[in-house]
Structure formats: C-alpha cells, structure tokens
C-alpha cells in the first residue's frame, strides 16, 4: 500500500490495485482558501474512484472533480448526489452511514463523523461519514470529525492505517474538529498499526500570514508530542503535503 498526501482531506490510496482519492481539493485557491505548494502530478493519474466525506467546499469543490473527468465514479453522503449531478457529474454513488460500496478488490463502508456536513448558506443539506476501507490491509479515512464513541468499534479487527485530521484551515480550530490532542486520543480508541496525520498544512485564508495554523508545521509537530505521551505502540508518520510513504 502506497499513501500520498496531496494535502488538506485529500489522499491518494493505493491499494490492491485500486488507487482511491478522498476529498479532491486540486486548486490554488478554493473560495477563501488559498493553497500553499502545488499539487503532484500523480494525484490526478490512474484515479478510480474518488470518496468524499462530506459537502464542505474544502472537501467537495467541483472544479477539483471535473480535474478528474465527469465519468469518474464518486461516492457521497446521500444528499450529495444532487449537487454533483446538476454540474455534470454522472458517476455519482450516494451512500449512507454503516453502509458498503465495493471498489475492485476493495470494501469500502460508511462510518460515522461527528461534524456538522451541510454546505452553507443554502446549499446542500447531507451529513458527513468517514469511511473504513478493507482489502489486503485496512484504512480508516476520518474525513472531518470530532472524537466519538464509536471510534472503537471501527478500531475492532485491526486497523493498519489510520487517517486522521489534526486541525482546520486557519488560526482557530472551531467545534467538530480533532486536535493534536483529541486526535491523540482518537489513536487510543482506533488502535491502529500507523497513523498519518493530514488537514493541515495546506489551506488558509487568504487574509492570513503564511505562519497561520492552517499552513504551519505545528499542529504535527503537538500531534506527535501527545500521540508519543497516550499511544506509544503508534508508528505516527508526518507526511508534508505532496509527500508519499510505503506501508
């Protein structure tokens, strides 16, 4: 299993064969948002099917999927579909929580994430999963969330990999948001093998400096000092955005 971090949500598994993209976030700027670095090159090649985890635009953004071609299948929260569908997008699978899709040799199973998902002011009403994703190995992929209970059902059986948001996109980590400590935590009640920490380090408003959290190395960097302190059997990989690592 390869793991690239293109930044933010967004991360390419590959895997059995199959390569998966969650939350496609592949511009410069996403409404506010301005990205730090350029995306690699092979986030966009061979993709087979893209998973997002909720309708926030820094984690569904059309114009990142249209990148990707308008076949390209893409599973949603249902409710999602709709938005997806008016731009064009024909290959939509809306899913719900607790339940499966199958991708090539790949499982892929909707899980809970406590964090609000509607897409604001008017737009698209659907919650927000995480997905756990089993083959030869198995993955968790939280998208956005805050710690909850049910964490450790996801954790029984194994978890080789666990994909876990650490921050926000600017200087304040507002409510439905892991931190480098609850996301510490979080590693105590999914018990997985490793773990990578991602949204951070790529996206912040376009106001701030380039030392806001959103593009600074400290959120890892505590994420570490807590995960080292609460879950030291974790091999804890920091990977900077555009960066690969082998399991």
């Known amino acids: 299993m390869r793991i690239t971090y293109v930044g933010h949500a967004t991360v390419l598994i590959d895997m059995d064969g199959v390569r998966l993209l969650t939350d496609p976030v592949l511009r410069g700027r996403v409404a506010h948002l301005r990205r730090r670095g350029p995306v690699p090159a092979d986030a966009l090649r061979g993709v087979d099917t893209v998973l997002v985890s909720h309708a926030h635009m820094d984690h569904l953004d059309p114009p990142s999927l249209a990148k990707l071609g308008g076949e390209m299948p893409t599973v949603v929260p249902r409710g999602a579909g709709a938005l997806l569908r008016r731009k064009g997008f024909r290959q939509v699978i809306e899913i719900v ?51 909850f209970a049910g964490m450790r059902e996801i954790g029984d059986g194994g ?60 959120p890892p960097e505590e994420f570490l000092r807590h995960a080292a302190e609460v879950a030291p059997d974790v091999d804890v990989r920091v990977l900077a955005p555009g960066s690969s690592t082998d399991l």
């Open 159 to 218: 978890l080789d990999l666990a994909l876990l948001p650490i921050w926000g996109w600017g200087p304040r980590l507002p409510e439905g948001h892991l931190s480098p400590a609850t996301a510490a935590e979080a590693l105590v009640r999914l018990r997985p093998r490793v773990a990578i920490p991602i949204h951070w380090g790529t996206l912040a408003p376009m106001t701030s400096g380039r030392d806001a959290a959103g593009h600074s190395s400290r």
């Open 97 to 147: 929580e607790g339940a499966d899709v199958r991708i090539g040799a790949l499982t892929v199973t909707a899980t809970h994430a406590e964090h609000e998902g509607d897409r604001l002011p008017f737009g698209t009403t659907a919650p927000c999963l995480g997905y756990r994703i089993a083959g030869s190995s198995t993955v968790f992929f939280a998208g956005d969330t805050d710690l």
